[in-house]
């Protein structure tokens, strides 16, 4: 399995952008799809992006779509998930994820990261 690890949340203010990083190694981060969730206190584990291992498909969440960015460079074996216009119900701890297959359940991933927490003040 991959190995994954995520970096980049903070504290922000509403309107505000944030880019999260996703550091990935040991087998190869080409052969896995990515994806993002993020779970915040007292709620599940939700989906937000994933994106494909060969970059030909991307999937958001309603909530995000039009403002968070997933990309991912295979060379550098890095992910990414831009997010603009932060809300206050952004507020979470982001995890990055990785398998073989895509999926929108968090629970069909093999490989999680140790998560990077974002805050969104109004």
């Known amino acids: 399995q991959v190995q994954l690890r995520e970096s980049g949340g903070g504290l922000v203010q509403a309107g505000a952008s944030l880019r999260l990083s996703c550091a990935a190694s040991?087998?190869?981060?080409?052969?896995?799809?990515m994806g993002w969730f993020r779970q915040a206190p007292g709620k599940e584990r939700e989906f937000v992006a994933a994106?494909?291992?060969?970059?030909?498909?991307?999937v958001y969440a309603d909530s995000v779509k039009g403002r968070f960015t997933i990309s991912r460079d295979i060379a550098k074996n890095m992910g990414y998930l831009q997010m603009n216009k932060l809300k206050p119900e952004d507020t979470a701890v982001y995890y990055c994820?990785?398998?073989?297959?895509?999926?929108?359940?968090?629970?069909?991933?093999?490989?999680w990261g140790q998560g990077t927490q974002v805050t969104v003040s109004s």
């Open positions: 040991g087998r190869a981060f080409s052969s896995y799809v």
């Open positions: 994106r494909t291992w060969n970059n030909t498909m991307t």
């Open positions: 994820a990785a398998d073989e297959r895509y999926s929108r359940l968090a629970t069909l991933y093999a490989s």
